[in-house]
């Protein structure tokens, strides 16, 4: 397999507080990566990394090989290589749906307004938001508003999306709806990492899984080496912790 982004040693303090403490990994092209881990043990702070959000403290990243991070390399493209869904959804909310799917394509990849309608209502069809496209974020449910953002992502044709607890804001009847669009996703080949708490989810849908505490990569392998045999002390705390929670 070919990776599409490697990631050489890693870090990110913010001040004195080391945060990501020298993280390598690699993604694939078509892969599925899940991070689970503890609240707090940087993963959203790694995923806004990748896509530099936060510009890291050190380390590389390499994008098709080359080091995003050294001097002039062009990182407005570099960051409409990656999708990006948040946990809050980050819609805007004072265009409706439709235009919230095509102002990226109009303004940053300079698509015309035909093409970039045609674009979004494919992806708005994906995620089954399609009828809704004069509503307002506002007039959206909380599941409804993830699948628009998802569909605005997918929008811009990205080389890997990356998803940071895209079902931790939503009510439980709506987490399912979500989790099966990024099932189907998965399923179509699309590269993506994603943060998740849904163990269930990560178990059935990576191909690897990895797990994060205190700002470094604990454990990784496949759902069977991380949920069946773990093999760290902390991997095996951690999903006791989460998988039996305490009454
Ligand atoms: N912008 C920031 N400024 C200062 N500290 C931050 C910032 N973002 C995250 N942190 C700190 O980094 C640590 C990891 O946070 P985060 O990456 O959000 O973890 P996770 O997503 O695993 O819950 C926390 O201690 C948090 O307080
Ligand atoms: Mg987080």
């Known amino acids: 397999m070919s990776s599409i982004i490697e990631i050489e040693h890693l870090k990110k303090s913010f001040g004195d507080n080391p945060v990501l403490k020298d993280i390598s990994m690699n993604v694939n092209k078509g892969e ?36 995003v991070l050294a001097p002039g390399y062009n990182l407005p493209k570099y960051r409409t290589h990656l999708g990006m869904v948040f946990q809050s959804f980050n819609l805007f909310n004072n265009m409706n749906v439709l235009q ?12 015309k307004e035909e093409e970039a309608r045609k674009v979004a209502l494919e992806n708005l069809e994906k995620v089954g938001m399609a009828r809704f496209i004069d509503a307002k974020p506002a007039q ?11 569909a605005r992502a997918l929008s811009m044709n990205p080389e890997v999306m990356l998803f940071d607890e ?82």
């Open 32 to 67: 599925v990566v899940t991070i689970i881990g503890a609240s707090g043990s940087g993963k959203s702070t790694f995923l806004r990394c990748i896509n530099l959000l936060e510009t890291p403290t050190d380390g590389k990243i390499m994008y098709l090989g080359e080091n």
């Open 100 to 111: 919230n799917c095509m102002s990226g394509q109009v303004t940053v990849l300079g698509r």
């Open 140 to 150: 959206l449910s909380g599941g409804q508003k993830q699948r628009v953002a998802i």
């Open 166 to 247: 895209p079902t931790s804001a939503l009510d439980p009847e709506m987490v399912g709806d979500v989790l099966q669009i990024m099932k189907k996703l998965a399923g179509s080949g699309l590269t993506m990492v994603i943060v998740t708490h849904e163990m269930a989810f990560a178990k059935e849908v990576s191909d690897r899984v990895i797990f994060m505490d205190k700002g470094v990569i604990a454990e990784q392998g496949t759902p069977e080496d991380i949920f069946v045999h773990p093999k760290e002390a902390r991997t095996k705390e951690f999903l006791h912790r989460v998988l039996h929670p305490e009454p």
